[in-house]
């Protein structure tokens, strides 16, 4: 079966740096979009990034562009979000998720697999 999880999440002070990890298996990695979704309290699911392991494209929402960046390590099944320049408005829940096809924007209907969520908490 397929299995993503998430990871890496913490409590980090505004203008620091974390890097959340998915963790996948039972699929084969490359046929997958991989991505990553967060949901703060009292918010709808905001898609974050993504990546096509097809051809390495990458997509940003404009809120957190130039700020993250998606990554993989494909001989470990794992992609990466790394943040920087964190601000409060970035606390929320991060998801990752597998879809077999891109669509951008991201809408959490095309995914139809999901890991765990890790918190990610920004102090001011």
């Known amino acids: 079966d397929v299995q993503l999880q998430a990871s890496g999440g913490g409590l980090v002070q505004t203008g620091g740096s974390l890097r959340l990890s998915c963790a996948t298996s039972g699929f084969t990695f490359d046929d997958y979009v991989i991505g990553w979704f967060r949901q703060a309290p009292g918010k709808e699911r905001e898609g974050v990034s993504c990546?096509?392991?097809?051809?390495?494209?990458?997509f940003y929402a404009d809120s957190v562009k130039g700020r993250f960046t998606i990554s993989s390590d494909n001989a470990k099944n794992t992609v990466y979000l790394q943040m920087d320049s964190l601000k409060p408005e970035d606390t929320a829940v991060y998801s990752c998720?597998?879809?077999?096809?891109?669509?951008?924007?991201?809408?959490?209907?095309?995914?139809?697999?999901w890991g765990q969520g890790t918190l990610v908490t920004v102090s001011s």
């Open positions: 998720a597998a879809a077999r096809f891109l669509v951008w924007p991201l809408r959490a209907a095309d995914f139809g697999y």
């Open positions: 990546l096509d392991s097809s051809d390495s494209s990458t």
